[in-house]
Nanobody
Framework: QVQLVESGGGLAQAGGSLRLSCAASGNIFSIAAMAWYRQAPGKQRELVARITNGGSTNYADSVKGRFTISRDNAKNTVYLQMNSLKPEDTAVYYC??????????WGQGTQVTVSS
């Protein structure tokens, strides 16, 4: 079993920055990849960024060039550095771990609010 705890959300002004963290615990050796998703009010949850164990990354088009996903294996933590924030980035951000046999684990979510 894997547990994920997000932190770092909050309020930022447009053009500002925030860094989200996701700390993993439990059976971390089963994790194949980590990702950040977000869900805005009235919208479906969407993939923001993903990083594999090998370090390969992919991003949603809407955040390319502004957000960076990274991982610190020694701390079992994945980060999402968000720069040049826009009001449309306002959402609850969730951390997700890809596990074997098409299973996954989710964090509880952290609110990001960007004011114009």
């Amino acid at each position: 079993q894997v547990q994920l705890v997000e932190s770092g959300g909050g309020l930022a002004q447009a053009g500002g920055s925030l860094r989200l963290s996701c700390a993993a615990s439990g059976n971390i050796f089963s994790i194949a990849a980590m990702a950040w998703y977000r869900q805005a009010p009235g919208k479906q949850r969407e993939l923001v960024a993903r990083i594999t164990n090998g370090g390969s990354t992919n991003y949603a088009d809407s955040v390319k060039g502004r957000f960076t996903i990274s991982r610190d294996n020694a701390k079992n933590t994945v980060y999402l550095q968000m720069n040049s924030l826009k009001p449309e980035d306002t959402a609850v951000y969730y951390c997700k771990a890809d596990l074997p046999y098409y299973r996954d684990a989710w964090g509880q979510g952290t609110q990001v609010t960007v004011s114009s």
